[in-house]
Structure formats: C-alpha cells, structure tokens
C-alpha cells in the first residue's frame, strides 16, 4: 500500500500557484445556492458553487478585480475583490419578484459532485429523483451508472445494489448515516425505504470514509431522509402500476421554534396475480407494507450549542409468491403447491445529538438499533429468524489552521437466531438446525483531512482498529488526495482495506430457494479485501449559462484476500461454501458525459467496463450474473415556462456469465452466456401550482428473460433453482401517479 501512495504522490503534477479567492453565496433566508455561477466580470473564468453554496477561484493575471455572482430566478451581484483582501466574500442574492413555484424547482441539480470533499461523492437530489417513479430506494437509480440494482430472489422480489460489480454485500448503506442494513435487513431492507421520505443519496465509489465503521469494500450509499424544517409541509403521493400494485404516501411537516417534525406514512397494497410467460409462476410477489416513520430535529449542526435529531420508525411487510395456485392460508410448507410467504416486523430507533462549542469544536453522539422478527416459508424451507442490532459512536471533530480532525470510539452489537427446518420429512437437504450468531465489536477511530498548497492539495488519512469477539483486533487503515490541476478539473486517488462478517442465509436468500444442498466445507472466517482507484472530474460552464456539465473517468480495482462465495458449479445440485483465499479481482472503468442545454435539456450518457474474475486451478472463472458492457443513457427536456418535463432513460447491458448446468438433464441446461438485452423507461410530469402528474412505463418494448425458473414443472425436484436471473422478468410496466404538496406558505 506504501508503494501505491508513493507512486501517486510522485504523479502529481508540480505548479506554481496564484492567489485564489474564497466565498459563499447565500440568498436572504441564509439558504447556501448550490449551483451558482461565480465568475470574473469581462472574462470567461469562473466555477459553480459546491453542495453548501461555497467556492474557490483563481484570480486571473488580468482581471477587473470584480467578482460576479448569479443564480436563475435571483437578481446578480458584483463585488470588487480588491476592498475585500483576506476575507471571505459572501454574496447574498436577492429573488425576483416574478418567480414562479415552478422554476425555483427546476433549478437544483439532479446529481450534484463536489469540488470541495477529498471523497468523489455523486449527490442524487429531489431533482433526480423525481425522473421515474422511486417507489422505493431499489427503484432510485434508474438514471444512474455507479449503482446497478439487482434481483437476488426473483419469487419474492428481493433486490440488492451493487457497486463496482461486485454483490451487494461488499457496499455499506447508510441511513441518515447509521448502518441499518445489515443482517435480516439487508434481503429487503432496501425495498422498505419509500422514495417520498428520500431527500439526498450520497454515492461513494470504493474504501473512503473510516468513520461509519470498517465495511466499505466497493462504496458506500447514504441515504438522507427530509429534514422536518426544510421540506413541504404537506405531501401526499399516490402510485399505481399495469400490474395493479397501489402506492399510497403522506408526509406532514411542523416547526414550532428551535423544533421540527416530519411524521411519514407508507403503504403498499397488492398487484393482481400475473403470469405472462405460463410458468405457472407469479412475475411478481403480492406486496403488502405498512411503514410509519416520525423524525424530531431541535437546533441545527451548524449553530453554536446542543442540536439533536431522534427518529422512530416501524415496518411491517408481507411478500407472497410462488405457483398460481399457491394459497398461503392452505399451502405453506406444502410439497403439492409451490409457495414463498414471508412475513417481516421491524421497529428502530435511532438518535443524533452534539455539541458545538464553537467554529472549531464539535461533539456529536450517534445511537441506534432495531429489532426485526421473520416468519417465512419457500417451498419446503421453513426459516424463522429474529435479530437486534445496536450502533454507538461518539465522535470529536477539532478544526485547526488546515486541519480538519474527526476521532472517536464506536460499538457495534449483533445478536441473530435462524432456525431452519424441513416440512417434507423426505426432503434430501441436510443444513436444517439452529444457528446463532453474536457479535460484539468495540472500536477506535481517527480521520484528518489535511488541506496544502493553497487548498490544491487535499490529504484525508484514516485508521480505525475494532476489536471482533470471535475473530480478534482488525485494523483498517484508508488515505485519499485530492488534486486541483484547475479550479473545476479535480484529480482523486483512493487506497484503503476493508473487511466484513458474513450472513450467510440472509445475504444469499437464494440457498434457501433452490432445492440445492447447502455444504459447509469449513468454519467461515471474515471477508478482506484491497481497494484502490482513481478518478478524473472535469466541469465546464458557459458565461452565458447556455452550456454546462462535466466529464469524468474512474478506474476501481478490488484485490480480495477472502472471499466467500457459493461454488455453483462443482455440482448442480449442492452449493458449497468455503473460504477463497486464492486470487479474486474486481476492475470497474467507468466514463460518464453529463451536458445542460439552454436550461432546457439534460443529456448524460456512462459507460461501465467490468471484469470481476477469480484464478482457479482450471484458470480464469468468471462471477456469474455481471454484465461485462452497460452503457446508460438519460434525456431531460423541460421546456422554459412550461409545466412538463420529460425524461427518458436508456439501459443496455452485454453478455453475462450464467452459472454452469451442464450436469443437469439436457432440458433443464442453460448456456453459459446470456443474450445482451436493452431495456427503455420514459415518464411524462405534469406540473400545475400545487399537484403533479406523472405517468411513464419502464421496460417500454417488455424486453424479458423467458421462464427464468430452472424446473419450474417440477419445483419440489433437485434441479428446481431460481438462481439464473440475468434480466426482466416481468416484462412492460406502464404507472401513474399524483403528488400533492403545500409548502410553508401555502394554503389551501
């Protein structure tokens, strides 16, 4: 890891600096501008500010000395630099009268990357969100190349979102900044996140930040509930799609003084029973969720003082899929009728609570846990698990000259019960028991980003040591740079180790599915790995604002020293499970064009190159279920004082390895390959003062795979999997939906 960091320190470019400028630009409210245009008057020098409104710029050798700042919808400000000499200039813009609801919203950036943080982190706002439907946090990406959702039990619907091409698994979700998928609720805990409490997703490629925990092999994804004191008072969300699955959603938001509140309800009532390719199998679960969350804020973070946030949130869900024919109240357990039923209960609470003594001094206390109860059955398999998760960190953060240092103490407790039994007394699988897991992991951390050369340069180093009961002290030592070679071309080089547990049955729902045995070769021991990557931002920005975007290149690659992955292929009808200490390799390119027309259109398009492989004693096997090829392609079109937008997405993935069948009969073998496929999603809005309409189709030209179920006509068999998804299954789904909303101001 020495050698790495030495060969990108020696790469970095040598330059002579020149004076730079600092600032801010807010509006009346104190609000920061994320987006502004900040230039110098008579030249076409300039930058856009970052996520909090601030900005540094070079001044040219020949300026006017004055400083210009704009942002659509508010009256422009010039400031002469030369009366402001070592200061920080804040521009505070004043709105124009005659603006319209409608276009302050149009004007936040979908996907926002800093200038500023050491960390390549791709900010997802409302904006983007709002371009398909985001019925959930699995339905969020859709316009994205960095995140690739993925089908890991196609009965029950149960998604996960890979990174860098690797499972799920080897990336850290974050809710609000606490690890709560984890365990039970990584099967379906992404699915239980409604889009409507979503505010920002903040996405990480590779090892970053130590402070949330040691996890973080390929990335990292943030997701941002709404702050109760900065969001509608009032939003109700309505969603129906082809298939008869209804969405209902309603925010409501108070302040009274320092205090906030956003109480949040969520359900999702059944689709009618479909089953468009005669395989007797349901294309899609009956869905039944009831979520309520409540989020009290006092103070804010920024403030002087004590500020705290406390949010409450309970679940219950029940998924149902399967034969047709399968009647849960009948058949569950059944060896005549082929079902999956389960059934998932989950209350959490968590709390955020600090202390500012000044501009450099900050404490802050991060507690949470939850409990989470499943009843389910697949086919034969009963699995009944329950588990209690608590987190603790407290964190110190010391601001000094170019310093910023973040230390602390964490503590993780893991506590799971899985109980697995057999209904058919005849059935030839031998994993059934009980099985019990503990974790109790104290831990210590630091973490100093160091700015140099002028802010040029930017240096974050981590290290954390945590302490596992059963596997010992581990250390996990991460360090980033940041380069500007200019103002808005941003060079990035991370390196940085990570490790996790593993959770076998609930991380690969699909054991318990397919009618394979399930053998344990040896006692599992912890997943390690190496990451290290590099990335290139570039942004450009007209003067006149009729052109703007950026370009950027990133390169991952990730060295695992072991691995536990389930061997499909040794023999169709058992999965083994082993550790891999032998060579496996993920390498992820991705290139991305972003481009904004007129304040009219939007036009990206990311292209992702990937080669996720291990070396066996019979070569170079490849991961199954990992498209090589995915390019992704989005338009935008909003046209200038019109209520509408439209907004289209490409998707087209290459050939992917499937897992081997060649020792099945030869009507139940599949090909090595899968086919390339394309899928195309659309969505129409509507914008009128205070209601949206939406409706679009997603899978526009019912691309499929064909009956992915292997031995669907005989699913109690030893050759029943349904493993070997690589595409759609459901086919076209055509949706619409009305959003109602009533800001601070409005009535009715």
Excluded at 149 to 175: C, D, F, H, M
Aim: aromatic share 12%; charged share 20%.
């Amino acid at each position: 890891m020495t050698r790495c960091i030495a060969i990108l320190l020696f790469l970095l470019p040598i330059t002579s600096y020149t004076q730079r400028i600092t600032g801010k630009v807010i509006n009346s409210r104190q609000e920061p501008l994320a987006g502004a245009n900040v230039y110098w008057l008579g030249t076409k020098t300039g930058i856009l500010t970052n996520t909090n409104g601030e900005f540094v710029l070079e001044e040219p050798r020949k300026s006017s000395k004055r400083l210009v700042a704009s942002y659509v919808g508010y009256l422009a400000d010039t400031i002469a630099t030369s009366t402001l000499s070592g200061t920080t200039i804040v521009f505070t813009l004043q709105e124009k009268q005659s603006l319209t609801e409608i276009v302050l919203e149009s004007q936040r950036s979908g996907v926002i990357i800093s200038n500023n943080s050491p960390i390549k982190v791709e900010q997802i706002t409302q904006t983007e969100l709002r371009k398909s439907a985001c019925c959930d946090l699995a339905g969020c990406f859709e316009t994205q190349t960095t995140v690739q959702p993925q089908t890991t039990n196609v009965v029950t619907n149960a998604k996960e979102l890979r990174i860098l091409g690797l499972s799920g698994v080897y990336n850290q979700i974050l809710l609000d900044g606490f690890p709560v998928i984890q365990g039970l609720s990584y099967t379906y805990g992404i699915s239980s996140i409604p889009g409507t409490v979503v505010d920002n997703i903040y996405v990480a490629k590779g090892a970053n930040s130590v402070l949330q925990g040691f996890e973080s092999i390929s990335g990292q994804i943030n997701v941002e509930t709404k702050e109760p004191d900065n969001t509608d008072r009032l939003l109700l969300n309505t969603y129906m799609n082809s298939f008869g699955e209804k969405h209902l959603n309603a925010n409501y938001a108070f302040k009274k003084k320092k205090w906030s509140n956003l109480t949040a309800l969520h359900m999702v009532q059944p689709a009618r029973k479909t089953d468009r390719d005669d395989d007797t199998f349901l294309d899609l679960p009956l869905l039944s969720r009831y979520l309520v969350m409540n989020k009290w804020k006092y103070g804010s973070e920024k403030d002087w003082g004590w500020s705290s946030r406390v949010g409450i949130r309970l679940l219950h869900e029940k998924r149902i899929g399967g034969q047709r024919l399968f009647d849960p109240a009948t058949d569950k357990g059944s060896s005549s009728v082929y079902g999956q039923t389960v059934s998932i209960t989950q209350p959490e609470i968590w709390t955020k609570t600090g202390y500012r003594f000044n501009d450099s001094h900050n404490i802050t206390a991060f507690f949470s846990s939850f409990h989470q109860q499943q009843q389910s059955y697949f086919g034969t398999v009963h699995y009944r698990a329950r588990q209690t998760n608590a987190y603790l960190n407290l964190q110190y953060e010391l601001s000094y000259q170019t310093h910023q240092l973040k230390t602390g103490i964490s503590y993780r407790h893991l506590d799971l019960h899985e109980d697995i039994a057999f209904t058919d007394r005849f059935i030839s699988r031998t994993y059934d028991g009980s099985y019990h897991r503990k974790e109790s992991i104290p831990g210590v951390f630091a973490e100093n980003t160091l700015r140099l050369a002028e802010d040029k340069i930017t240096w974050m180093v981590g290290l954390r040591g945590d302490h596992h009961n059963q596997f010992g002290f581990q250390l996990t030592p991460r360090t980033l740079l940041k380069y500007d070679i200019t103002p808005n071309t941003i060079l990035r080089a991370t390196i940085g180790t990570g490790w996790r547990t593993v959770n076998l049955f609930s991380e690969n729902i699909g054991l318990l599915v397919s009618s394979r045995d399930i053998i344990f070769a040896e006692s599992l021991l912890p997943e390690r790995a190496l990451n290290m990557g590099i990335n290139l931002t570039k942004k450009f920005q007209s003067i006149t604002q009729k052109l703007s975007g950026h370009v950027s290149i990133d390169f991952y690659r990730t060295n695992f020293e072991n691995q536990i992955f389930p061997d499909y292929d040794s023999d169709p009808t058992k999965a083994i499970i082993k550790n891999f200490r032998g060579k496996s390799i993920s390498n992820g390119l991705q290139t991305e064009l972003l481009l904004h027309l007129l304040n009219t259109l939007e036009l990206k398009t990311g292209y992702n190159l990937l080669d996720v492989y291990r070396i066996t004693t019979s070569g170079k096997v490849l991961l199954p279920f990992n498209p090589r090829q995915k390019v992704l392609t989005t338009l935008s079109y909003r046209p200038p004082k019109k209520p509408f937008q439209v907004d289209m997405n490409l998707h087209w993935y290459g050939k992917q390895r499937l897992p081997d069948t060649k020792s099945n009969p030869t009507e139940l073998q599949r090909p090595d390959f899968s086919n390339p496929y394309t899928v195309f999603n659309t969505q129409l809005t509507y914008s009128f003062k205070k209601v949206e309409v939406y409706a679009g189709a997603e899978n526009l030209f019912d691309f499929r795979q064909w009956q992915p179920i292997i031995s669907w006509q005989n699913p109690f068999s030893p050759f029943f999997d349904t493993s070997s998804v690589w595409g759609p299954t459901r086919g076209r789904e055509v949706y619409v939906g009305i959003r109602f909303k009533l800001t601070e101001n409005s009535t009715l």
